[in-house]
C-alpha cells in the first residue's frame, strides 16, 4: 500500500477545471517528483494534498485512509507537511520562533528541542542565525527555514512547491543535496519542481502533468531519457 495516494482526484477553482482526474502515489521512503510547465497544476495538487483546496470528485488518501473529512491542520498531525512555493515565513518572528510554530502540534519541550538540532544538523546556518529575525535573512536561508519548520512536525511525508525558485545555482545545489539528505534518513518527498533537470536527477520517479492531467509516469532516469520530457522540460532539441 501506497503511503500517499491520489485516485482520480478532480480539483476545481469556482468553475475553472484546475484537476482533471490526477491518480499518483507515493511510497514510503521515495522522492517523486512532479513536473510540468507553469499553470499544469502542480502547485495545485499539493494544495489538494493539503486540504486547503477539497476535490469536488476523487479523494487522496494517506496510509490507506481518506483525508476528505480531516481539516488542514489534522492532515498536519496524520504526517503531510507542506513547504509552500514561496516560502512563506514569518518576517518578524526569529528563525527559532519560526521553527517552533512548525512544532505546534507537539507538546514535548525535549521532543521540540530533538528537532531543532536536526533541523540544525541539516542547515547551520539555521543555528548561527537563531535570533535573527526571518524577514532579514537571504532567500537561501529563508528556504532552508521554511523547509526546516515543515520538518519540525515530524511528516511522514514533505511536499516541496518549487524549492529552487529565486535562488542562486549554488544554492540551488545545496538545497537539492538536503533534500537527497532527508530521504537518505528516510524521509519520503513528494517534489514539485520548475527545474525538471534537478528534480529527475534526485527522484526515484516522476510524474509529469499537463493543464491538470497527468501524462507520463516512469522512473526519474526513463523520464531524462524521453524524447517529449527532453524536448518540453529538459531544453534537449
Known sequence: MALLELRDVHSYYGNIHALKGISMEVNEGEIVTLIGANGAGKSTTLRTISGIVRPRFGAVYLNGENLADYSTHEIVKLGISQVPEGRGVFARLSVTENLELGAYIHNNPKQIAEDMEYVFSLFPRLKERRKQAAGTLSGGEQQMLAMGRALMARPKILLLDEPSMGLAPILVEGIFETIQNINKQGGT??????????????????????TGEIVLHDTASALQNNEMVQKAYLGID
Do not use: K, T
Not at 518527498?189 to 499537463?210: D, K
Open 189 to 210: 518527498i513528494l517534489l514539485v519542481e520548475q527545474n525538471a533537470l534537478m528534480a529527475l536527477e534526485i527522484a526515484h520517479r516522476g510524474y509529469v502533468i499537463q
